[in-house]
């Protein structure tokens, strides 16, 4: 399949290697590709820079947010909660029109500091903000409640664990579950329509003082039943 992943950041990373892998056409989206890859510094995490990621994986192509959704059959959202709406608007409603978008961006607002808030929660969440925002587009939310590695790479956790799909289309959130299946996700839950991404986006303060108490942010959720 034709993906775009919108993010250049360390989740758009394991997406668009690991999709690469599993032998997907993938296309990463970011503001300006030449600025992109004229980066030397680490990012803020201390992780480097994209243009280090982007020599060891020459099968992945970089484009701007637009060229990159318009080349796709599928898109990801991997960027900053904050900028998501607005990365969105630049890819452009065209080329994200009868799309599946999967999200897995989270409504973080760091602005007062660590840890950081939710800026919708509640009565909405950003993954319904999406929707709205592009009605045309079916809007898949998943992979936010785990850390980008065990994304992609479920098993390096040595035991099975969960994941979670929310969206309003139910063959847009069977592709997305055959995607997580093939990453190796065994445990996929259909929470429901695109409202239910408000619970998995309210799990990020639990997993962000887990990731606190723990020392380390290889760990996920597991639903026993
Ligand atoms: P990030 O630093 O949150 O986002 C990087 C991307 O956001 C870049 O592509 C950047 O564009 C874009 N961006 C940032 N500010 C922008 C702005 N003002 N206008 C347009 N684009 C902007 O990257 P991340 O850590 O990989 O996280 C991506 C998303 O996944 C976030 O929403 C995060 O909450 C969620 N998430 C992360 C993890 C994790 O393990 N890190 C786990 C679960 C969920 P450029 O490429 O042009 O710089």
Known sequence: MKIAVLGTGMVGQALAGRLNELGHEVVVGTRDPQATLARTEP???????????????????????????????????????????????????????????????????????????????????????????????????????????????????????TVFVSGDDPVAKATVSELLTNFGHSDVIDLGDISTARGTEMLLPVWLRLMGALGTPMFNFKIVR
């Open 43 to 161: 990012d803020g995490m201390g992780n480097p820079p994209f243009k280090a990621w982007h020599g060891q994986h020459p099968g992945v192509g970089l484009a701007t947010f637009a060229d990159a959704a318009a080349a796709s059959e599928l898109v990801i959202n991997a960027t900053g909660g904050a900028a998501t709406l607005s990365v969105l608007e630049q890819a452009g409603p065209d080329n994200l029109a009868g799309k599946v978008l999967v999200d897995i961006s989270n409504p973080l607002d760091f602005s007062g500091g660590f840890p950081p808030t939710l800026f919708v929660k509640d009565t909405d969440s950003l993954g319904e903000q999406v929707q709205r925002a592009f009605p045309d587009t079916k809007v898949v939310k998943t992979l936010n409640t785990l850390n980008a590695n065990l994304m992609v790479r479920p098993k390096d956790l040595g035991a099975d664990s």
